[in-house]
């Protein structure tokens, strides 16, 4: 209890008391009685009893009345003094307001420091919230910036930065704007420019998917901040600018700055008449990225060229793809790609719907997918790698066994065939030659054997080991995790057909071992897994995320530790055949491939891919690392409606090699075939 308060209740208590002293006294008795022996008979004198009973009141009144006062005095003096502090401030809060000042966001650079986002200055028309009442004003504003009036007022109407703050009408606004602005401040007299920071990305839409892009924080986003009990979670203000996709939306507590503060003082309309003191904010850290920019254009060049080879062999729907190359020794994802791509620049000052639905459309080939993390696809035979390691540690196989190929393959019957993608056959084949091939009859006769055996879902668990089927949980929002089919999966997916349709067939299994049917997989999940074949083991977990800096810090503040996501075990004679054979497929598989790869000083080992899809041109694979001897580097590339994975991905991985080791590709051989 405040000791005004215990002060103000004393002198209550004592106009109380004073009140029940007025109440019950009534001065000397107004009659006398002899009580002798003797008749009773009045006793006679003055009756002065009215004069006592005034003055008892007035003598009351007066305790009253001086009770008030003091309480009133008390009050004054508990408010000019005691309280004089408290009052103080809160008169000063009903005078002044306190303004955000949004703080830059932190640049994002690619592992030798090259800025791939970065912060730049813009000159921004704002305008006080009185100019709403102005209809000439925005009429002449309008004018001005070719905007209609509606627009402007819609603009000057927004108060998501607070209601004392500026609106911003029009960013990145011409000189002679401004210099409109300041010759006629008569006309415009609540309108200023500022000169407020806004995205940059110097290389356009390089890499566009992996950086993502900032907009207006979401009502959502807003919300949720306000609630979040994380330890150094954001609490967003209304108008805020935050991350919404790829690494600005990833690594948004690093890449949002601290805000600062203006005061200002207002009038009682809440108008702004002038400013006191100011906090600057501070700038966000920047974020150091394990991209390099050269392999990083190098991706997104060997993608364009990939697709413009399978444009230029017929396959005219070929839009999409995606690439990407990565350490196998850390994880780290030196260049990705995805096409179609976008420039994030188009969300600088806010995305019109027209723009936002062209990037959302089918039409468009939704360009905001990153296809190197979330496009899903059936491996094709880029899976036999994994289908032989499977085959030859379950016993389904040896190093030895041999197998053959007559083009045709009745292993459940005559009504059942399979053709390898070589109608006229291989003839004798080994695992090993069956890589180099690509030999569909090989593992047909291996997913066979694994249907009739006791644990026929083994191929499907030495997959899984594999990494397919889940995420590796890579620093990039919205990874998907692909799908490995089996029994239980498929009489799920089709519980509302009969039980012969619910059923896992045979077909199924040697579907899967050629990497075709309801088999799903990322690029990403392929480059991991040849990594693992490159290591003979060890899959680092792959992250963009090299180190954190300070503004203008020349060192790391942070720096990413690198950890093994997968270790796959498998015999060392087993890496051994998987190998020999994934050399093969750059060495004797196609002349079209060695005259490529010829020209690289790097050997390299990789296998090609060629997925059936219903209704479209197949899907083109290749995946390789290099140098075979010592891996550093491992490429995957898939390429949509691409046609043989040996005429489109093909060339992008090469491109993505050239780039690497400055040792372009200098042939242009091509073929109308190609192994799968």
Known sequence: MSLSTIIILVLVSIIVVAGLVLLFSRGEMRFKFDIGGSAPRAAGGNDDSGDTTIRNRIMGLGIFSGGAIAVLLARLWSMQLVSSDEYAAQAESNRTRTISIAAPRGRILDRNGKELVTNRPSLTVVADSEVENDDVEMQLLGNLLGMPRMAVKRKVEDSSEGAQSARPVMVDVSIRVVAYLEEHPDLFTGVTVQERTQRSYPYGSLAGQVLGYAGTVTSDQLAASGTSTDEGAIEYESGDTVGQAGVEYEYENVLQGVRGEQTVYVDASG?????????????????????????????ESGLAHAIKVANDLGYKDCKAGAILCMDVTNGEILGMASAPSFSPSVFVGGISNDDWNALNSEEGMYPLINRAIQGQYCSASTIKPLTSFAALSNGIATITSTYYCAGLWTGFGEAYGQYCWKKTGHGTMTIETGITYSCDVVFYEIGKAFYLSDNPEAQQ???????????????????????VPD???KNEYYSAYDEDTRTWMGGDQTNLSIGQGDLLVTPLQMACAYAGIANEGPIWRPHVLKGVQAQGASGTVVEYQPEIALSPTEDATYFSTIKKGLRGVLEKESTNIIAHFSSLSVSVEGKTGTGEVNGKDPVGWFVAYAPAESPKYVCACVVEEGGYGENSAMRGVRDVFGAIYNEPDTSDASSTSGAR
Request: glycine fraction near 10%; include cysteine; hydrophobic fraction near 35%.
């Open 271 to 299: 108008n702004v008449t002038s400013y006191s003191t100011t906090v600057d904010p501070q700038a966000g850290s920047d974020v150091l990225l394990t991209l390099d920019l050269a392999i990083q254009q190098g991706c």
């Open 461 to 483: 668990d030495h997959l899984r080991m594999w990494g397919l089927g889940s995420t590796y949980d890579i620093d990039l929002p919205s990874e998907a995790s692909g799908r």
């Open 487 to 489: 029994a239980d999966w």
